[in-house]
């Protein structure tokens, strides 16, 4: 009876976890961040001290998930004899996806626009938002952004990701220095003898689950971190700030839509089988990763579609798919690259081609930066594409935060169903490896 009445309760406490995580929660709280925020101001700045700190933890776990997560991932691949023969292929494959991702994404939303032609009221509110926010810099919307005497060198730009001292780039959270130095900490890491580097790994990972479970517990009060940063915000500016994101969300769902159906059509050209078959077999990793908004927690449906449902390689797979969802982040990709034009349209900054191409790779690497991160923590990440174009990231950062349960399963889709594409272009020639007898797979 003990055994029966601690099982209920426990199954009593999962439920109520995931109620606390699922969308349903998020939605309710952003609605209750809109009436206190519009009609009780003396509350949502009672509040607004939870809403900071809730997010300085968000950051907190930033660089250890990056460093623990892009190390492991890297080094293993380079330590792994049978990745070899796929190394070259990845090397081309990767970048070129990357690069032609982000830039349709960057074409889309200079065509479509989702931050011109807003009302002078809503630039008025968000111009208020940037003043009133800690930064030792001051943008106007109301006008063209004011330009320094010359944009960033090709050297500046360099020197963003090279880190002189990583010990330093780890205490000012600088997240591009620290990205950089994880990837060739890892290639370096899997090219030494399997000896030495097992016990780095194993701490790596220990360092991942340790930093992924403080992040488990942290969403379980998501709810009241968003009702504690919008509702501050909303009493600050009101909810037409909130709004002004219609045209952002509008436009992500035509750029993801459109970028799952060249996917969808790049399977189909390699897989060589009926569409009618293609599109059953992808039916389940793309509810899955609707429903999940998880990417990882996608994986063993992509693995299992392609290799029993669409007939590549198996080993190749289970080789070329994590690194893609680990390493690549498309969906993340897109978003940041939607993002950073949305923000730069807002404030009327032209950009040249340098800028242009700052927004394309610096969505790239902000990308790969959230890999083993989910939720609004991604959101962080956007500071990698906007640092360089001088454009604020507190100054918004709450509007993304507000959208992100319509934005996340899209995201999370991008990453999955993209890499699901890139590796069969890897898997295309489904060369299969030799044989590896039974005795030694025990």
């Not at 931050?115 to 003043?131: H, I, Q, Y």
């Not at 990417?295 to 299992?304: D, E, K, M, R, V």
């Not at 969906?331 to 950073?340: D, E, I, N, T």
Request: with cysteine.
């Amino acid at each position: 009876m003990a055994m029966l009445a601690s099982s209920k309760k426990q199954l009593h406490q999962r439920q109520i976890l995931d109620k606390l995580r699922s969308p349903w929660a998020i939605l309710v709280s952003v609605l209750l961040a809109v009436y206190v925020g519009t009609t009780h101001p003396a509350l949502a700045e009672t509040v607004a001290p939870f809403g900071d700190l809730y997010l300085g933890l968000l950051k907190m776990c930033v660089l250890p998930i990056l460093l623990s997560a892009i190390t492991a991932s890297l080094g293993r691949l380079m330590s792994s004899p049978d990745a070899k023969q796929y190394i070259r292929k990845i090397l081309l494959v990767f970048p070129v996806s990357l690069l032609i991702t982000s830039s349709v994404a960057c074409a889309i939303a200079f065509i479509m626009g989702p931050g011109r032609n807003l009302s002078e009221s809503t630039l008025a509110n968000l111009g208020v938002l940037v003043k009133d926010s800690s930064l030792d810099f001051e943008v106007s919307l109301t006008g063209p952004a004011v330009i320094a005497d010359s944009g960033p060198s090709i050297s500046d730009i360099v020197m963003t990701f090279v880190p002189d001292n990583i010990f330093s780039a780890l205490s000012e959270g600088q997240t591009l220095k620290v990205l950089f130095f994880s990837i060739m900490f890892g290639i370096s890491l899997g090219l030494l003898n399997k000896h030495f580097s097992d016990s780095v790994f194993l701490l790596l990972d220990s360092v991942f689950k340790s930093f992924n479970q403080l992040m488990q517990w942290l969403t379980l009060v998501l709810p009241l971190g968003l009702f504690s940063l919008l509702s501050y915000q909303l009493s600050q500016q009101g909810v037409e700030v909130v709004t002004s994101m219609l045209n952002f969300v509008l436009v992500a769902i035509v750029t993801f839509a459109l970028i799952y159906a060249i996917c969808t059509l790049l399977i189909w050209r390699q897989s060589r089988l009926p569409l009618p078959r293609v599109l059953t077999a992808l039916r389940e990793p793309t509810v899955l990763s609707l429903a999940t908004s998880s990417s990882f927690a996608c994986l063993p449906s992509a693995i299992a579609t392609l290799s029993e449902k669409l007939n590549f390689d198996r080993q190749t797979i289970n080789l070329v798919t994590p690194l893609t969802i680990t390493l690549c982040r498309f969906g993340s990709v897109v978003y940041f690259a939607l993002a950073a034009l949305f923000v730069a349209q807002l404030y009327d900054k032209l950009l040249g081609p340098l800028e242009v191409g700052v927004v394309i790779l610096g969505s790239i690497v902000a990308g790969m930066a959230t890999s083993g991160v989910t939720g609004i923590l991604t959101l962080t990440m956007l500071g990698i594409v906007l640092d360089p174009l001088g454009l604020p990231l507190e100054a918004v950062l709450v509007l993304f935060i507000a959208i992100d349960p319509l934005i996340d399963p899209m995201r999370t889709l991008g990453i999955v169903h993209t890499a699901m594409a890139v590796t069969t272009v890897i898997a295309e020639e489904k060369e299969t490896l030799p044989a590896v007898p039974l005795s030694s797979q025990a």
